[in-house]
């Protein structure tokens, strides 16, 4: 396994709170006031972790200038989910089985925020290719607000065949493309399915596209040409939400 720095409350609290055993070293800033700080730093202790304390300036030439809220610790990144897992969390999830598949995101930012409305909405699993997209991250974690330890994550070496091993356990596959004429709001998503989403910039690979069953857009009316993709993701997941909940 590798280690990473995690910085910031949320962050840190996520991995006390979900994966501790993988939490190696804590550190917080002497003289630290912020309540939830101090909590963070007990919550450590309660869990057989040192907490060692580091002046502002160490904690500021550790984390890069990073904003660090008086708090970091060394996490011991776990290593992503195996593909070969996926027909199993289709069985156990069901007919409530539902996927995200992130064709191609660069941005951390847009990834935590997307894996942050996949926890909220009950994703079964989030899934990304492993080249040219980018991973779970520090800024990844910060951005997801403690979802990237409570989502499961796949990145996937050849994202075609975790389509095409989704389809044959019995998950329906649509694609987000804003050019197709079926409304989001048209499609029908009970039963297992898995939404599928481009990138920032491009969409869709072609052959991610070709592997959907079905593709949708979201209605608009204004003049923009697309949504953020973040965006566009919690919108389609809680309309699957929605349906569902009828």
Not at 103 to 130: M, W
Not at 224 to 244: D, I, K, M
Request: with cysteine.
């Amino acid at each position: 396994m590798s280690t990473e720095l995690l910085i910031g409350i949320h962050s840190i609290e996520a991995a006390l709170n979900y994966d501790a055993g993988n939490v190696v070293e804590f550190y917080v800033e002497t003289g630290q006031q912020n309540p939830r700080v101090r909590e963070l730093a007990e919550r450590a202790r309660d869990l057989g972790i040192k907490p060692h304390a580091r002046d502002r300036a160490d904690l500021d030439r550790m984390t890069g200038g990073g904003r660090h809220q008086g708090v970091a610790a060394l996490y011991r990144t776990p290593p992503p989910r195996s593909e070969s897992e996926l027909p199993a969390l289709v069985e156990s999830a069901g007919q409530d089985a539902l996927f995200l598949v992130l064709d191609g995101i660069t941005d951390p930012h847009n990834l935590g925020a997307c894996l942050r409305s996949a926890e909220a909405a009950g994703v079964t699993a989030v899934i990304v290719p492993k080249d040219k997209a980018v991973g779970i991250t520090p800024t990844v974690r910060r951005a997801s607000a403690g979802a990237a330890d409570r989502v499961p994550f796949f990145a996937a070496t050849n994202l075609a065949r975790s389509l095409k091993q989704l389809k044959d356990a019995g998950v329906w596959l649509t694609g987000l493309a804003g050019d197709a004429p079926q409304s989001l709001y048209a499609s029908d998503f009970k039963g297992p399915v898995a939404i599928v989403v481009g990138s920032e910039g491009e969409g869709m690979r072609r052959l991610t596209r070709e592997a959907c069953d079905f593709l949708a857009s979201i209605p608009m009316r204004g003049s923009v040409e697309s949504l953020n993709v973040s965006v566009a993701t919690g919108v389609v997941l809680f309309e699957v939400l929605r349906q569902r909940s009828a």
